[in-house]
């Protein structure tokens, strides 16, 4: 599989960084252990609510996927990497990883949620916005400590249900939490930004 680090990594801690993560991987989880990455396929946000007029704005081109109290962020990822035939019980864990660009001082913490219904990224807009059920992941911390590095969520219940009937895979939502201060905001990278979209790490069962 492909491992993807932070921009702000130096050489040398890098490659210290992936030696470790090998080590432990073969460790903990033995030589039969495999993975695969699942990209993500489609990356945007929406702006609201109307009347503002950027709620009829589409994002799809934009280098940032913002997270605020007026903008969420709709990720779908693709499973093609994967052995054909994969499902839930095919897997042993899958990470999602979202890299952290920018934050508010003092951070916040974010919801994330799935989607219900379909997006298309070159079109969709708030008044389009797919609809989505209530947070799997509550209230995920995304602490001013974490810009330039990665949001790390388990995710995998979410894409054991996508394995399974992949027609659901409408991909996730990523909401400001309630609990966050206000003014918080936060902008993680898309897959136009040059930088490092967000993947799903997906650990597979035997090898």
Aim: charged share 15%.
């Amino acid at each position: 599989m492909r491992r993807q680090f932070p921009k702000s990594c130096q050489a040398v801690t890098c490659a210290l960084q992936v030696l470790i993560i090998l080590l432990m991987g073969a460790f903990i989880v033995g030589p039969s252990a495999q993975a695969a990455e699942a990209v993500v396929a489609a990356d945007t946000s929406v702006k609201g609510p109307p009347p503002a007029p950027d709620a009829v704005k589409n994002f799809g081109n934009d280098k940032k996927l913002p997270v605020d109290s007026n903008q969420k962020a709709l990720l779908r990822f693709d499973f093609s990497s994967l052995p054909a035939g994969t499902t839930s019980t095919g897997i042993t864990k899958a990470t999602l990883y979202l890299f952290l660009n920018k934050v508010s001082p003092g951070g916040g913490s974010i919801d994330i949620s799935v989607l219900t219904s379909a997006f298309v990224e070159d079109t969709v807009t708030f008044a389009t916005a797919p609809s989505s059920n209530p947070p799997f992941a509550s209230a995920v911390p995304v602490p001013a400590s974490a810009q330039g590095n990665y949001v790390i969520v388990d995710i995998t219940a979410q894409v054991g249900s996508w394995l399974d009937s992949p027609s659901g895979n409408h991909g996730i939502q990523l909401s400001r939490n309630a609990g966050a201060p206000a003014t918080f905001a936060a902008e993680f990278d898309s897959k136009e930004s040059g930088g490092i979209p967000a993947f799903i790490d997906v650990e597979l069962v035997g090898g």
